[in-house]
């Protein structure tokens, strides 16, 4: 069974539901149409980062934007690093 995807939109509405008090997370959620689970999953994600919950498909909180962007310098700097260490192998060889 596929997963279904919501909308970031649909999400924000359904925690502003029970942010609002207007019921139980467990009616909110039968009310949507959406398991409990999800429900509570949302408000979590929300929580911990209210700022960019759901950044959306391919799209990437700015602090995870950063650490695959230091992710990705580390990886080129330790191939670099190899490349040196295989040239100054290679030259000291020839000195001798």
């Known amino acids: ?15 502003k539901r029970v942010e609002a008090s207007e019921g139980t997370i467990a009616s909110v959620a039968k009310e949507l149409g959406i398991k409990t689970n999800t429900l509570h999953g949302w408000l979590k994600r929300y929580r911990e980062k209210p700022e960019v919950p759901f950044p ?5 909180s700015p602090d995870d934007e950063l650490i695959k962007k230091l992710q990705r310098e580390v990886r080129d700097l330790r191939e670099e690093n190899e490349i040196l260490k295989k040239a100054a192998a290679y030259f000291a060889k020839n000195l001798k």
């Open 56 to 60: 959306g498909s391919g799209k990437l």
């Open 1 to 15: 069974m596929a997963k279904q995807q919501y909308s970031s939109e649909f999400k924000m509405e359904a925690i």
